[in-house]
């Protein structure tokens, strides 16, 4: 029998359910030795979820993956906003870079008129952009570096070439920051660790890399990671989906839980760390993430199991003083009646679906960022974290 992780104030060895449990631990490990030389050969970490073709974004459609791979080719500012809301792009980093693209269309569209119309066009297709999905900070932030790119032209010409300049600066400082919350969060992986992650937090996330993902991905070249544990992440699936598919592309061990199969393997010192990313943080660390971030945290809580957040310092949102000043988006309720297009509920019965939910800063082990690792007192460290990023 397997040694378990090291357990964090799980079952005794005596436990009957501790004894499944290494079951299940040596099931995990079985099934990824067999499946190393299965794995495909594509890597997911140079996989992009958006590009700039010169006239237009080219989107790789998440909702597809992993059973089709098919690009979005878009050229309407209002399309863009389209995909945001069908979750063909989605991950707070990458939905701040698909929002200032899609200022970057909105004024191409508008290029042909005065100075004085075009700002106003831009400032209400901006607004537009920006309340395409009102949890996740980075689309945004996104949309408002955009516009203050566009102020400084003098002609709507000078801004359409400042807005797409500023576009791919933005794309590659997002690159540049998952490398370095890949750096800083592996040194917190202790060598042969298993991991959970929520949701997908990779390179179909973010301009690529990742940041959760990022952490998982510098793990395993530094060679201190064994296996991932991703759960589904209910209604849509971004877990079993789509982790699970950069993982296996990228030939990272991986093995997909349902969600609520996550206390039991926390429980059981499987586990040595959760580690997640964010949609928006709040000034006192609060985390607002997809929903069933909280559950996880709390169970981490409860089994002495660390718990990281992985974002940018674009995630951190100090005007939002906490979490209960965050906007939590209600999905349509058809994604639970019927998920990826099968019937699941009696016809009639209400369906409640927020998208999102908040998990206090007392459950927050440490924020990972690229100007480094944030601690508790979080209004402090996280302010400071901002601040490097000027």
Known sequence: MLTPSSNHGGLNDESGERMELL??????????????????TAHAAGVRALEWTGTHLRLLDQARLPHEVRYLELQDWREVVEAVRALSVRGAPALGVAGVYAVVLAARELAGLGIGPFREGLSAAADGIA??????????????????????????????AALVAEAAAILDEDVAANRAIGAHGA??????????????????????????????????AEGRLREVI??????????????????SQDGI????VVDSAAGALLRGGCIE??????????????????IGTYSLAVLARANGVPFYVAAPTTTVDLE??????????????????????????????????????????????????????ARPPYRESLAGMVAHRG
């Open 23 to 40: 079951g299940v631990r040596s099931f995990f490990l079985a099934r990824n030795e067999e499946s190393r030389g299965t794995m495909q």
């Open 131 to 160: 309340r395409a999905r009102p949890t996740a900070v980075n689309l945004a932030w996104g949309v408002s570096r955009a516009l203050r790119a566009a102020d400084k032209a003098r002609t709507p010409a000078e801004a359409v």
């Open 187 to 220: 040194a917190l992986v202790p060598t042969g660790a298993t991991l959970l992650t929520h949701c997908n937090t990779g390179s179909l996330a973010t301009a690529g890399h990742g940041t959760a993902l990022g952490i998982v991905r510098t793990a395993w």
């Open 230 to 247: 991703a759960t589904e992440t209910r209604p849509l699936l971004q877990g079993a989906r789509l982790t699970a598919w950069e993982l």
């Open 253 to 256: 061990p991986v093995t997909v």
């Open 273 to 290: 760390a959760v580690v997640v990313g964010a949609d928006r943080i709040a000034a006192n660390g609060d985390v607002a993430n997809k």
């Open 320 to 373: 939002t003083q906490t979490g209960d000043g965050i906007p939590i988006e209600e999905r349509p309720g058809e994604e639970v009646e019927a998920p990826l297009g099968t019937r699941a509920t009696p016809p009639g019965v209400a369906v409640l679906n927020p998208a999102f939910d908040v998990t206090p800063a007392e459950y927050v082990t440490a924020i990972v960022t690229e100007a480094g690792i």
